[in-house]
C-alpha cells in the first residue's frame, strides 16, 4: 500500500480560533501514517508589527499566537507524533524556539526538539541602502524611507532539510504558506527538486490548506445562499496526499463546515493572479488542468495540477518606517443623530485644515458606507439616508510626526464640549507604524544563505 500524508491545519491567519487545532490533532492521532500539524499565520502586516516589536525587544518578534496556539497540542502532538511546522517564528524564530522549550517544560512535555529555519532575513549579507534601491513591485514606495527589515520568501527544501533533523516542531520566518505543507511531503517522498509535477502537486496541497477554515466553510459561507452547518464549530482542514501528488481535503472529525467543490473552488482561486502560473520558489504552479470529485462525505479529490520550473528571483518583503497612524472615533446616536455626526465630521475636518494638517485625512461616518466611500465621503454627503439610528464618527490620518497624530486625534476629542449634542464613546490609538513593499531579487545569494539547524533548551 502507498504512503499517504496526513496534514492538518491549526490555523490560517494570526487572531484565528485558538482550539481549532486540538479537534485536528485527535483525528490525525487515529491515521496511520506521517501526520502534521500547521499554522500559517504569517502575513506583510504580521511580519511587520513583529518586526517593529523585535525593535524594542531583541528577545520578542515571533509570533504573540505562539504560546496560545501551541499550549493546547504540543502534549498530544508530542505524545502521538503529530510534527508540527508553523511560521511562529515570524521575525525571530530562535526566540520562537527558546519560548518553544519553556512552554514545553511549563507542560512537562519531555524530550521535546525544535528547530528552525533561517537565511531569510535580507539585511545579513545585504546593505539597507542597496535594499531601498530595488523598484517596489507591490505596496508602498520605500525611496528616502528608514528600511527596518526585508525578508525574502523562502521556498520548501530548508523546511524539508529542517524535518531531516528529527525535531519534532519546525518555526520558520518567512516562507511561501505552501512550503509548510509541500516541506513536509518533500521529506517524506523525497521529490527530487526538477519533478515539476509533484511538486506543484504539493504546493497546491498547501496553497489549499494555507487559510485553515476558509476551505472547510468559514468565510465561504453566505446565509440563505451558501448556508454552512456548525459555524460556531468550523472544523479545520486535513489534506491526505500520496507519493503521485494526489490530494485529499477533507476536515476534523465531529466538527461543523464543509468540505465540497464550492469550498475547495473558492480556496483554489484564492490569491491567484494568473492560474497557470502560480509562482513560488519551488515550481511555477498551473492549476487550470485541475479536477475536483466527490470522494465521500466532506471529501474532495484534487487531481491535475501541474509544474513549470521556478521563475529566477524571489520575492521579498520589504518593512519601512511608516510613521504615525491616528484613530480616533465618537457616537451619536438618537434622533437627527445623522445630521449632527456629520456637523461633527466637518468641523473636525475644517480645524485641521485650519490648523495646518496637510497630510490626507480619512472622516468618516461608519454606519454610511464606509467600506465602500472616499476619504471625502462623498456618498455619503450625496445619498439620502433616515436620520435617526446610532452613527460612529472616525477620524484616521498616517502621519511622519507623533504630534500631528495626538492633534487630530484631541480634535475629535474636543467635540465633547465644542462639538453637537450627544457626543459620545470616546475612543482614540496612536501606533507607530512600519510599512512593507514587495521587490525582487535573485535566489541565489538568498538560497545561499537559509539553512536549518535545531535549537536545544
Not at 500500500?1 to 486540538?22: L, N, Y
Not at 460556531?232 to 490530494?247: V, Y
Request: charged share 25%; proline share 5%.
Amino acid at each position: 500500500m502507498s504512503k499517504t500524508v496526513f496534514i492538518g491545519s491549526g490555523a490560517g491567519f494570526a487572531g484565528d480560533r485558538r482550539d481549532a487545532g486540538i479537534a485536528v490533532v485527535e483525528t490525525l492521532r487515529r491515521r496511520d501514517g506521517p501526520r502534521y500539524l500547521i499554522f500559517e499565520v504569517m502575513g506583510e502586516r504580521t511580519l511587520a508589527i513583529a518586526q517593529r516589536i523585535k525593535m524594542r525587544d531583541p528577545e520578542k518578534g515571533y509570533s504573540p499566537y505562539l504560546e496560545p496556539y501551541l499550549r493546547g497540542v504540543l502534549a498530544a502532538c508530542k505524545q502521538h507524533g503529530v510534527r508540527i511546522v508553523a511560521n511562529l517564528g515570524n521575525a525571530n524564530p530562535l526566540g520562537g524556539a527558546k519560548r518553544v522549550h519553556e512552554l514545553a517544560e511549563e507542560l512537562g512535555v519531555e524530550g521535546l526538539r525544535v528547530a528552525v529555519v533561517l537565511g531569510d532575513d535580507l539585511l545579513a549579507f545585504m546593505s539597507a541602502g542597496a535594499v531601498a534601491e530595488l523598484p517596489t513591485i507591490e505596496g508602498v514606495s520605500i525611496a528616502g524611507r528608514e528600511i527596518v527589515a526585508a525578508n525574502a520568501y523562502l521556498g520548501a527544501r530548508p523546511v524539508a532539510a529542517a524535518l531531516a533533523l528529527d525535531v519534532d516542531i519546525v518555526l520558520l520566518g518567512r516562507t511561501t504558506d505552501a512550503a509548510l505543507v509541500l516541506g513536509p511531503l518533500i521529506h517524506e517522498f523525497g521529490w527530487a527538486a526538477d519533478d515539476w509535477d509533484r511538486l506543484a502537486a504539493g504546493t497546491l496541497a498547501g496553497h489549499l490548506l494555507e487559510c485553515g477554515g476558509q476551505i472547510t466553510g468559514g468565510y465561504f459561507c453566505d446565509p440563505g445562499f451558501k448556508d454552512v452547518p456548525g459555524m460556531d464549530n468550523l472544523g479545520f482542514p486535513i489534506g491526505e496526499i500520496d507519493a503521485e501528488g494526489d490530494i485529499v481535503i477533507t476536515k476534523a472529525e465531529e466538527t461543523g463546515g464543509l468540505v465540497n467543490a464550492a469550498t475547495v473552488t473558492e480556496q483554489l482561486l484564492y490569491e491567484v493572479h494568473d492560474p497557470a502560473a502560480y509562482l513560488t520558489p519551488d515550481v511555477s504552479l498551473d492549476v487550470t488542468g485541475v479536477t475536483l470529485e466527490e470522494a465521500g462525505p466532506n471529501r474532495i479529490r484534487v487531481r491535475g495540477a501541474r509544474g513549470r520550473p521556478p521563475p529566477p528571483t524571489l520575492k521579498v518583503t520589504v518593512s519601512a518606517d511608516g510613521g504615525w497612524l491616528a484613530e480616533s472615533e465618537m457616537i451619536y446616536a438618537g434622533p437627527n443623530a445623522l445630521a449632527r455626526a456629520r456637523l461633527a465630521a466637518d468641523i473636525v475636518r475644517s480645524r485641521c485644515r485650519r490648523n495646518g494638517v496637510m497630510e490626507a485625512m480619512r472622516v468618516e461616518i461608519v454606519g454610511m458606507g464606509a467600506v465602500f466611500d472616499n476619504d471625502a465621503s462623498e456618498r455619503q454627503r450625496r445619498d439620502n439616508r433616515p436620520l435617526d439610528g446610532e452613527y460612529r464618527l472616525r477620524a484616521a490620518i498616517r502621519t511622519a510626526d507623533k504630534e500631528t497624530a495626538t492633534y487630530v486625534n484631541d480634535e475629535v476629542l474636543s467635540l465633547f464640549c465644542s462639538g453637537p449634542a450627544g457626543g459620545g464613546g470616546y475612543r482614540c490609538s496612536a501606533t507607530g507604524q512600519v510599512n512593507t513593499a514587495s521587490v525582487l531579487v535573485p535566489r541565489g545569494p538568498v538560497e545561499a544563505q537559509a539553512r536549518a539547524e535545531e535549537v536545544v533548551p
